[in-house]
């Protein structure tokens, strides 16, 4: 059976976010393993900002996204190591998404970033500290420079 490494990244802060895609390329790299990177487009569809979406602006996002996580790929791993990524945009809420994507990729071990952490959130972020606290995978978390 062969493995894999779901690498969760936040497309809007790329800066941070290459230290955790290096890490997830690193760890699949000596596992052997298939290398997943995600990312989560906010849904707005339940909330009131939602009435002022119509579909085809979040199929747009959606496709926005895709082309900014395949390039920021293509910018930390390089093209070749890029091509054997699976790149993955899902909309909704982000622990929730990357919990059920996991589950659905049967990942053995999520990687996501932790940035700057208020006081109310010391340890962690709040998605950050939803996935590890349910996911049923191991999670490797990337602390961002101060």
Do not use: W
């Not at 006081?119 to 961002?144: E, M, W």
């Amino acid at each position: 059976m062969s493995k894999t490494v779901l690498c969760a990244v936040d497309i809007n802060r790329p800066q941070d976010e290459t230290k955790v895609l290096q890490a997830a390329k690193r760890l699949a790299d000596m596992e052997g393993a298939q290398l997943d990177l995600i990312t989560v487009v906010p849904d707005f569809g339940a909330s009131v900002v939602g009435a002022y979406f119509k579909d085809h602006d979040v199929q747009t996002a959606k496709d926005g996204a895709a082309q900014l996580l395949s390039s920021f790929g293509e910018d930390v791993l390089g093209a070749k190591a890029n091509q054997s990524v699976r790149h993955l945009v899902a909309t909704g809420s982000v622990y929730e998404e990357v919990l059920k994507t996991a589950k659905l990729d049967n990942a053995d071990l999520i990687v996501l970033g932790a940035s700057r952490p208020d006081l109310k959130d010391f340890l962690l972020g709040p998605n950050a500290a939803r996935i590890v606290r349910h996911s049923t995978c191991s999670v490797y978390v990337v602390r961002s420079a101060p």
